[in-house]
């Protein structure tokens, strides 16, 4: 077993004898399908991968520019592979997507390539019909779309589908790779790969696509976590695609009219292009936002553009439509939240436009990549961003003075373009060890706790954790009754509670479902929003870019019957995790703050309102030092820290804060004299949790676990106190000088 990588870059084969031409050397079907879809050749990475598939016999990662063709550098090959040689079992390749949209659209573009070598594609997911399913099941040599849910239903359900399935796989395809990374989806997985590969007799070929891959250790992890997984071939484009990037104000000198004409002209500008406008926003109540923001101004200016919204609460008809008009149409709009961050075939989007910035260097290279993906052509991006105190005559907090959206979006362009992606975030994922330990159960009737734990912790994806954390887990969902011993053996099995769990149609994701309200319009589905409101008869809500009138009311089947209307407001959705941002960025923001740099990419307004915020940064006394007087008893602190460490200095000195600035500052209740004796008492303390945090179940079973296992994930995930203690002392010690 390999222990270090192989990394392959893209300018170091640029001229190989051994890429001549791969074109030609494809089989006569795939040659004949290429020459039907109106291809000339391959583009250079094409011909790297199909390079490194024929002479490589190990997993391989394929790291490029969202639009560079890596769904058909990996699959022409694989075709290849599967005419040559025909599996022997139902299913020869299993491709792994993060959403149910991506499979469908996947599928729609894969069967017509397989197809020309006489190999069936199936979409398997909830929305799948029962006929199409009873189809997949009776293929051979066939290729298997699914989600990590989907593949988790076939263990709890039937494990010998595993075994008959995937009796002569030979290829795992792990795609949108970036949406896994350091989440509780991603080690779930992990989890059920390690569980896959132990029903079978050989290792197939794992390989994994991405756009973003911001460190190769994280890629390292993640296939060290799987069971018998070598380390990949790491084939990377260190190409950077550029970006042309602007950043416009939504809101000018207090009056919205200067900036509503500034970004009609944008608009106008982008409208003579006969494309499509993506535009992201970082919550599904923004998007709505934004949605009726920018119709307003459509109207008002009389720009023929269709507007259309796409997150996840929008209905699946209406979201599957947006996706057709984003590829059949031009000057479509489309308003969306991560759901159009992967990789979606939504054809020609010539500009993407953020409503304020993301909180990610990664998701800005991910969202901005969503446009003019043909190979040679810049990607292009316009971050609108909300001023604070240009909108009020007198600014009534820090985050009017110094204006820190401006400031991070600037943080994150330039960022950016110095080649900085975040780390994926490490976690203990309880919830998810909790999930794996009843879903192993649920598969095997009874299995022995030695067998269990090498199953979960010593060959799989768990093995970050102890053998004392493990079986004080355990132990405590045996007290708890949802697993228990068969008899006096050491084997052990669900339980009736642990039956009951298992059995919950949602129980096969690791997320929560949250309780909505579903909207019906003439029968159709147009949207869902939070089941925490209490919607009446008359109401009018804006929801899926439109405005719905509620017509009835069905409390019991969570049913609201709307027709179309005018107006409105826009109600709450499920809360969606955001991820706070890096130490990265906000010493990015006082870089940006405290310097006399221009930025030519930023519009000349916004010029205007950065040199103000840096003469505020001075006149508070920001340049010379992050401790500065708030009137005469207060003090203010700019640690400059990301949202991690800075919610655990908030943690550390409570009891004295009377404002939280996030994520610029805090404001302390004592004069600066003072507040060096607070961060000396505070350094040499540590966070006591019982009566500061209100739950620690923050994620789906979470509370079936020991409270002293989850104190343990809480202070791993969600702080950094040794980090913050550090930057305590060093405080306290800057300000005796």
């Given at each position: 077993?390999?222990?270090?990588?192989?990394?392959?870059?893209?300018?170091?084969?640029?001229?190989?004898?051994?890429?001549?031409?791969?074109?030609?050397?494809?089989?006569?079907?795939?040659?004949?399908?290429?020459?039907?879809?109106?291809?000339?050749?391959?583009?250079?990475?094409?011909?790297?991968?199909?390079?490194?598939?024929?002479?490589?016999?190990?997993?391989?990662?394929?790291?490029?520019?969202?639009?560079?063709?890596?769904?058909?550098?990996?699959?022409?090959?694989?075709?290849?592979?599967?005419?040559?040689?025909?599996?022997?079992?139902?299913?020869?390749?299993?491709?792994?997507?993060?959403?149910?949209?991506?499979?469908?659209?996947?599928?729609?573009?894969?069967?017509?390539?397989?197809?020309?070598?006489?190999?069936?594609?199936?979409?398997?997911?909830?929305?799948?019909?029962?006929?199409?399913?009873?189809?997949?099941?009776?293929?051979?040599?066939?290729?298997?779309?699914?989600?990590?849910?989907?593949?988790?239903?076939?263990?709890?359900s039937d494990a010998t589908d595993i075994s008959s399935w995937f009796c002569d796989l030979r290829y795992i395809v792990i795609d949108e790779f970036h949406q896994f990374l350091g989440t509780d989806r991603g080690r779930h997985l992990q989890s059920l790969l390690s569980r896959l590969l132990m029903h079978l007799r050989q290792v197939p070929r794992v390989i994994v696509?991405?756009?973003?891959?911001?460190?190769?250790?994280?890629?390292?992890?993640?296939?060290?976590?799987?069971?018998?997984?070598?380390?990949?071939?790491?084939?990377?484009?260190?190409?950077?695609?550029?970006?042309?990037?602007?950043?416009?104000?939504?809101?000018?000198?207090?009056?919205?009219?200067?900036?509503?004409?500034?970004?009609?002209?944008?608009?106008?500008?982008?409208?003579?292009?006969?494309?499509?406008?993506?535009?992201?926003?970082?919550?599904?109540?923004?998007?709505?936002?934004?949605?009726?923001?920018?119709?307003?101004?459509?109207?008002?200016?009389?720009?023929?553009?269709?507007?259309?919204?796409?997150?996840?609460?929008?209905?699946?008809?209406?979201?599957?439509?947006?996706?057709?008009?984003?590829?059949?149409?031009?000057?479509?709009?489309?308003?969306?939240?991560?759901?159009?961050?992967?990789?979606?075939?939504?054809?020609?989007?010539?500009?993407?436009?953020?409503?304020?910035?993301?909180?990610?260097?990664?998701?800005?290279?991910?969202?901005?990549?969503?446009?003019?993906?043909?190979?040679?052509?810049?990607?292009?991006?316009?971050?609108?961003?909300?001023?604070?105190?240009?909108?009020?005559?007198?600014?009534?907090?820090?985050?009017?003075?110094?204006?820190?959206?401006?400031?991070?979006?600037?943080?994150?362009?330039?960022?950016?373009?110095?080649?900085?992606?975040?780390?994926?975030?490490?976690?203990?994922?309880?919830?998810?060890?909790?999930?794996?330990?009843?879903?192993?159960?649920?598969?095997?009737?009874?299995?022995?706790?030695?067998?269990?734990?090498?199953?979960?912790?010593?060959?799989?994806?768990?093995?970050?954790?102890?053998?004392?954390?493990?079986?004080?887990?355990?132990?405590?969902?045996?007290?708890?009754?949802?697993?228990?011993?068969?008899?006096?053996?050491?084997?052990?099995?669900?339980?009736?509670?642990?039956?009951?769990?298992?059995?919950?149609?949602?129980?096969?994701?690791?997320?929560?479902?949250?309780?909505?309200?579903?909207?019906?319009?003439?029968?159709?589905?147009?949207?869902?929003?939070?089941?925490?409101?209490?919607?009446?008869?008359?109401?009018?809500?804006?929801?899926?870019?439109?405005?719905?009138?509620?017509?009835?009311?069905?409390?019991?089947?969570?049913?609201?019957?709307?027709?179309?209307?005018?107006?409105?407001?826009?109600?709450?959705?499920?809360?969606?995790?955001?991820?706070?941002?890096?130490?990265?960025?906000?010493?990015?923001?006082?870089?940006?703050?405290?310097?006399?740099?221009?930025?030519?990419?930023?519009?000349?307004?916004?010029?205007?309102?950065?040199?103000?915020?840096?003469?505020?940064?001075?006149?508070?006394?920001?340049?010379?030092?992050?401790?500065?007087?708030?009137?005469?008893?207060?003090?203010?602190?700019?640690?400059?820290?990301?949202?991690?460490?800075?919610?655990?200095?908030?943690?550390?000195?409570?009891?004295?804060?009377?404002?939280?600035?996030?994520?610029?500052?805090?404001?302390?209740?004592?004069?600066?004299?003072?507040?060096?004796?607070?961060?000396?008492?505070?350094?040499?303390?540590?966070?006591?949790?019982?009566?500061?945090?209100?739950?620690?179940?923050?994620?789906?079973?979470?509370?079936?676990?020991?409270?002293?296992?989850?104190?343990?994930?809480?202070?791993?995930?969600?702080?950094?106190?040794?980090?913050?203690?550090?930057?305590?002392?060093?405080?306290?010690?800057?300000?005796?000088?």
């Amino acid at each position: 077993m390999r222990k270090n990588f192989t990394i392959v870059k893209m300018s170091s084969y640029s001229k190989s004898a051994s890429l001549d031409d791969p074109f030609s050397g494809l089989p006569e079907a795939l040659r004949r399908y290429l020459r039907d879809q109106g291809w000339i050749t391959l583009t250079p990475l094409q011909k790297r991968v199909i390079d490194a598939f024929r002479n490589e016999k190990e997993h391989f990662v394929v790291s490029s520019a969202t639009g560079s063709g890596k769904t058909e550098a990996v699959y022409l090959p694989v075709a290849e592979s599967l005419l040559a040689t025909p599996s022997h079992g139902q299913f020869a390749v299993l491709s792994i997507l993060p959403t149910r949209a991506l499979i469908n659209d996947q599928a729609r573009r894969l069967k017509p390539l397989f197809q020309a070598v006489g190999v069936s594609v199936h979409p398997w997911h909830s929305d799948i019909s029962p006929s199409e399913k009873q189809r997949a099941k009776t293929s051979q040599n066939a290729v298997l779309i699914t989600t990590p849910e989907s593949l988790e239903a076939r263990f709890v359900s039937d494990a010998t589908d595993i075994s008959s399935w995937f009796c002569d796989l030979r290829y795992i395809v792990i795609d949108e790779f970036h949406q896994f990374l350091g989440t509780d989806r991603g080690r779930h997985l992990q989890s059920l790969l390690s569980r896959l590969l132990m029903h079978l007799r050989q290792v197939p070929r794992v390989i994994v696509l991405s756009a973003t891959l911001p460190h190769e250790r994280s890629i390292a992890q993640f296939f060290h976590g799987i069971y018998t997984l070598s380390l990949p071939v790491l084939i990377k484009d260190s190409r950077a695609r550029p970006i042309i990037v602007s950043i416009l104000p939504l809101n000018l000198n207090g009056l919205d009219h200067e900036a509503r004409e500034l970004i009609a002209r944008s608009l106008l500008n982008h409208h003579r292009t006969e494309g499509n406008l993506l535009l992201f926003a970082n919550s599904r109540g923004e998007t709505e936002k934004a949605a009726a923001f920018i119709s307003d101004i459509i109207d008002e200016y009389g720009l023929r553009y269709k507007v259309v919204t796409h997150h996840s609460s929008v209905g699946k008809h209406l979201r599957t439509t947006a996706e057709h008009q984003l590829r059949e149409q031009t000057n479509v709009l489309c308003c969306a939240t991560t759901t159009l961050e992967v990789g979606i075939d939504i054809g020609n989007i010539t500009h993407v436009i953020l409503y304020g910035p993301p909180a990610s260097v990664s998701s800005f290279v991910q969202r901005a990549g969503r446009s003019a993906r043909k190979a040679g052509v810049p990607a292009r991006a316009t971050i609108w961003v909300n001023l604070r105190g240009s909108q009020k005559e007198q600014p009534e907090s820090i985050l009017d003075l110094l204006e820190p959206e401006l400031l991070q979006a600037i943080a994150i362009v330039e960022l950016q373009r110095e080649g900085f992606l975040e780390k994926p975030l490490s976690s203990v994922h309880v919830s998810v060890l909790i999930h794996q330990i009843l879903s192993t159960l649920a598969e095997s009737g009874y299995l022995g706790q030695h067998d269990l734990e090498d199953r979960l912790r010593r060959r799989g994806a768990f093995k970050d954790w102890s053998e004392s954390s493990f079986s004080c887990l355990l132990d405590h969902l045996q007290t708890t009754e949802v697993i228990q011993r068969v008899g006096t053996s050491d084997k052990l099995s669900l339980s009736k509670k642990g039956e009951q769990i298992v059995r919950r149609k949602d129980f096969y994701a690791i997320f929560p479902t949250p309780k909505e309200w579903a909207l019906f319009y003439k029968g159709t589905h147009v949207g869902s929003i939070s089941r925490d409101i209490d919607p009446t008869k008359g109401i009018i809500l804006r929801v899926a870019g439109a405005a719905w009138e509620v017509l009835a009311v069905d409390h019991d089947r969570g049913k609201l019957t709307v027709a179309p209307t005018r107006g409105g407001t826009i109600p709450k959705f499920p809360p969606s995790g955001v991820a706070p941002v890096s130490n990265e960025i906000m010493s990015k923001m006082k870089s940006v703050l405290l310097s006399a740099e221009e930025f030519d990419y930023v519009h000349s307004d916004l010029r205007t309102v950065l040199a103000r915020a840096r003469n505020e940064a001075s006149n508070l006394g920001i340049t010379k030092t992050n401790v500065v007087p708030s009137g005469q008893n207060h003090t203010l602190w700019f640690p400059w820290v990301g949202g991690k460490l800075f919610t655990t200095l908030t943690l550390l000195l409570n009891q004295h804060i009377s404002e939280v600035y996030y994520p610029l500052a805090i404001e302390f209740s004592v004069p600066v004299q003072e507040f060096k004796r607070i961060l000396d008492q505070a350094s040499e303390s540590l966070i006591t949790l019982d009566d500061r945090i209100e739950s620690f179940y923050l994620a789906k079973y979470d509370y079936l676990a020991p409270r002293s296992i989850l104190e343990k994930q809480y202070r791993r995930d969600f702080l950094q106190e040794n980090e913050a203690l550090e930057l305590l002392r060093n405080t306290a010690r800057d300000l005796e000088g």
